[in-house]
Protein backbone atom coordinates (compact mmCIF):
# COMPACT_ATOMS: atom_id res chain seq x y z
CA UNK A 1 0.00 0.00 0.00
CA UNK A 2 1.27 3.17 -0.85
CA UNK A 3 0.13 7.36 -0.37
CA UNK A 4 -0.12 8.80 -3.71
CA UNK A 5 0.33 12.83 -3.26
CA UNK A 6 0.45 13.89 -7.19
CA UNK A 7 -0.20 17.61 -7.37
CA UNK A 8 -3.48 17.21 -9.23
CA UNK A 9 -4.93 14.74 -6.52
CA UNK A 10 -3.78 16.87 -3.79
CA UNK A 11 -5.44 20.16 -5.56
CA UNK A 12 -8.24 17.77 -5.96
CA UNK A 13 -8.54 16.82 -2.22
CA UNK A 14 -7.83 20.11 -0.65
CA UNK A 15 -10.68 21.42 -2.71
CA UNK A 16 -12.75 18.25 -1.40
CA UNK A 17 -11.68 19.35 2.23
CA UNK A 18 -12.51 22.32 1.64
CA UNK A 19 -15.96 21.57 0.99
CA UNK A 20 -16.58 18.91 3.93
CA UNK A 21 -14.88 21.52 6.71
CA UNK A 22 -17.65 24.38 5.09
CA UNK A 23 -20.31 21.72 5.67
CA UNK A 24 -18.86 21.35 8.99
CA UNK A 25 -19.11 25.22 10.07
CA UNK A 26 -21.98 24.99 11.58
CA UNK A 27 -21.59 22.79 14.32
CA UNK A 28 -17.69 23.32 14.98
CA UNK A 29 -16.58 26.55 13.95
CA UNK A 30 -12.87 25.63 14.20
CA UNK A 31 -14.03 24.22 11.24
CA UNK A 32 -13.74 28.01 9.66
CA UNK A 33 -9.92 27.75 9.82
CA UNK A 34 -9.48 24.37 8.17
CA UNK A 35 -12.07 25.91 5.21
CA UNK A 36 -9.42 28.99 4.69
CA UNK A 37 -6.64 26.60 4.79
CA UNK A 38 -7.45 24.35 2.33
CA UNK A 39 -9.84 26.59 -0.15
CA UNK A 40 -5.68 28.52 -0.09
CA UNK A 41 -4.37 25.14 -0.40
CA UNK A 42 -6.39 24.26 -3.24
CA UNK A 43 -6.05 27.36 -5.55
CA UNK A 44 -2.47 27.41 -4.65
CA UNK A 45 -2.30 24.02 -6.19
CA UNK A 46 -4.54 24.53 -9.38
CA UNK A 47 -2.02 27.63 -10.10
CA UNK A 48 1.02 25.58 -10.04
CA UNK A 49 -0.63 22.61 -12.14
CA UNK A 50 -1.52 25.29 -14.44
CA UNK A 51 1.76 27.00 -14.64
CA UNK A 52 3.37 24.01 -14.59
CA UNK A 53 5.01 22.98 -18.07
CA UNK A 54 5.16 18.78 -19.37
CA UNK A 55 8.92 19.23 -17.72
CA UNK A 56 7.93 20.96 -14.62
CA UNK A 57 9.22 24.21 -15.87
CA UNK A 58 7.16 27.10 -15.43
CA UNK A 59 6.56 27.03 -11.67
CA UNK A 60 10.32 27.52 -9.87
CA UNK A 61 11.51 31.03 -8.62
CA UNK A 62 14.48 31.80 -11.17
CA UNK A 63 16.06 34.06 -8.74
CA UNK A 64 16.35 31.30 -5.73
CA UNK A 65 20.32 29.35 -5.71
CA UNK A 66 20.20 26.42 -3.26
CA UNK A 67 22.95 26.33 -0.70
CA UNK A 68 22.48 22.56 -0.16
CA UNK A 69 25.64 20.71 -1.34
CA UNK A 70 23.79 17.17 -1.72
CA UNK A 71 20.58 17.20 -3.49
CA UNK A 72 18.48 13.61 -2.96
CA UNK A 73 14.80 14.78 -4.29
CA UNK A 74 14.44 16.17 -7.59
CA UNK A 75 14.18 20.15 -7.79
CA UNK A 76 14.97 20.37 -4.40
CA UNK A 77 17.70 22.11 -5.96
CA UNK A 78 14.87 24.94 -6.75
CA UNK A 79 11.93 26.91 -4.89
CA UNK A 80 8.60 26.76 -6.00
CA UNK A 81 7.26 30.37 -6.33
CA UNK A 82 4.56 32.01 -3.85
CA UNK A 83 1.40 32.38 -3.97
CA UNK A 84 1.16 36.02 -5.15
CA UNK A 85 3.82 35.23 -7.90
CA UNK A 86 1.58 32.02 -8.95
CA UNK A 87 -1.59 34.55 -8.94
CA UNK A 88 0.53 36.77 -11.13
CA UNK A 89 1.34 34.38 -13.53
CA UNK A 90 -1.85 32.56 -14.39
CA UNK A 91 -2.56 35.70 -15.91
CA UNK A 92 0.32 36.56 -18.51
CA UNK A 93 -0.76 34.87 -21.75
CA UNK A 94 2.59 33.77 -22.51
CA UNK A 95 3.02 31.40 -19.95
CA UNK A 96 -0.42 30.21 -20.17
CA UNK A 97 -0.17 29.77 -23.02
CA UNK A 98 1.67 26.80 -24.98
CA UNK A 99 -1.27 24.11 -25.80
CA UNK A 100 -4.02 24.56 -27.84
CA UNK A 101 -7.05 26.56 -26.48
CA UNK A 102 -4.63 27.12 -23.48
CA UNK A 103 -5.61 30.92 -22.40
CA UNK A 104 -4.62 32.78 -19.10
CA UNK A 105 -6.94 33.93 -16.56
CA UNK A 106 -8.47 37.27 -16.47
CA UNK A 107 -9.60 39.06 -13.10
CA UNK A 108 -12.46 40.50 -12.89
CA UNK A 109 -11.73 43.56 -10.14
CA UNK A 110 -12.39 42.05 -7.20
CA UNK A 111 -10.58 38.90 -7.50
CA UNK A 112 -6.94 40.05 -6.83
CA UNK A 113 -8.40 41.88 -3.46
CA UNK A 114 -9.82 38.59 -2.49
CA UNK A 115 -7.53 36.78 -3.47
CA UNK A 116 -4.10 38.24 -2.13
CA UNK A 117 -4.92 40.97 0.16
CA UNK A 118 -7.78 39.08 2.13
CA UNK A 119 -7.72 35.13 1.34
CA UNK A 120 -4.02 35.23 1.43
CA UNK A 121 -2.72 37.75 3.92
CA UNK A 122 -5.21 38.50 6.25
CA UNK A 123 -6.66 35.09 6.62
CA UNK A 124 -4.07 31.91 5.17
CA UNK A 125 -1.17 33.89 6.53
CA UNK A 126 -2.55 34.95 9.84
CA UNK A 127 -4.09 31.67 10.62
CA UNK A 128 -1.17 29.21 9.27
CA UNK A 129 1.65 31.76 11.33
CA UNK A 130 -0.64 32.31 14.28
CA UNK A 131 0.00 34.82 17.42
CA UNK A 132 -2.09 34.90 19.84
CA UNK A 133 -4.35 37.34 19.24
CA UNK A 134 -8.53 37.36 19.80
CA UNK A 135 -10.28 37.26 16.54
CA UNK A 136 -13.78 37.78 15.24
CA UNK A 137 -14.74 36.92 12.06
CA UNK A 138 -18.21 36.84 10.62
CA UNK A 139 -19.28 34.23 8.30
CA UNK A 140 -20.55 36.57 5.69
CA UNK A 141 -16.87 37.92 5.16
CA UNK A 142 -15.15 34.81 5.05
CA UNK A 143 -18.07 33.50 2.53
CA UNK A 144 -17.40 36.61 0.70
CA UNK A 145 -13.89 36.20 0.40
CA UNK A 146 -13.99 32.66 -0.73
CA UNK A 147 -16.78 32.52 -3.49
CA UNK A 148 -14.09 34.72 -6.13
CA UNK A 149 -11.47 32.46 -5.37
CA UNK A 150 -13.44 29.23 -6.28
CA UNK A 151 -14.09 31.28 -9.57
CA UNK A 152 -10.72 31.02 -10.15
CA UNK A 153 -10.62 27.50 -9.63
CA UNK A 154 -12.89 26.76 -11.56
CA UNK A 155 -11.67 28.37 -14.09
CA UNK A 156 -7.91 26.64 -13.78
CA UNK A 157 -9.58 22.92 -13.34
CA UNK A 158 -12.01 22.75 -15.68
CA UNK A 159 -11.53 25.35 -18.45
CA UNK A 160 -7.94 27.09 -18.72
CA UNK A 161 -7.24 23.96 -20.98
CA UNK A 162 -3.22 23.83 -19.23
CA UNK A 163 -3.22 19.92 -17.95
CA UNK A 164 -5.69 17.00 -18.67
CA UNK A 165 -8.02 16.30 -16.72
CA UNK A 166 -10.02 13.10 -16.32
CA UNK A 167 -13.68 12.80 -16.54
CA UNK A 168 -13.91 11.48 -12.75
CA UNK A 169 -11.61 14.40 -11.82
CA UNK A 170 -13.75 16.98 -13.69
CA UNK A 171 -16.89 15.50 -12.34
CA UNK A 172 -15.19 15.46 -8.58
CA UNK A 173 -14.65 19.22 -8.91
CA UNK A 174 -17.86 20.05 -10.15
CA UNK A 175 -19.32 18.39 -7.41
CA UNK A 176 -17.05 19.63 -4.80
CA UNK A 177 -18.01 23.43 -6.06
CA UNK A 178 -21.49 23.02 -6.33
CA UNK A 179 -20.99 21.61 -2.58
CA UNK A 180 -19.26 24.54 -2.05
CA UNK A 181 -21.46 27.43 -3.32
CA UNK A 182 -25.14 25.55 -2.18
CA UNK A 183 -23.44 25.65 1.27
CA UNK A 184 -22.43 29.04 0.71
CA UNK A 185 -25.55 30.20 0.28
CA UNK A 186 -26.72 29.99 3.99
CA UNK A 187 -24.13 32.05 5.08
CA UNK A 188 -24.85 35.02 2.79
CA UNK A 189 -28.16 37.49 3.51
CA UNK A 190 -31.26 36.40 1.66
Known amino acids: M ?3 NGLKETAIDSLSKAASFLEKTKDDPFSWKWYIIAVHHSLYCFMILALSNSDQSGIWDEKYKSKK ?3 TFPNEDKKLIDFKTAYAWIQDKQRMGGYI ?3 PFVPLPYHSDSIIEHLNYRLRNRLIHYAPVSWSLSWE ?3 QVTLPCLEVVEFLALQCGRF ?9 VTRNLVVLRETAKHYLPK
Open 69 to 71: KQI
Open 141 to 143: YLI
Open 101 to 103: NAK
Open 164 to 172: PMEENEREE
Open 2 to 4: YFR
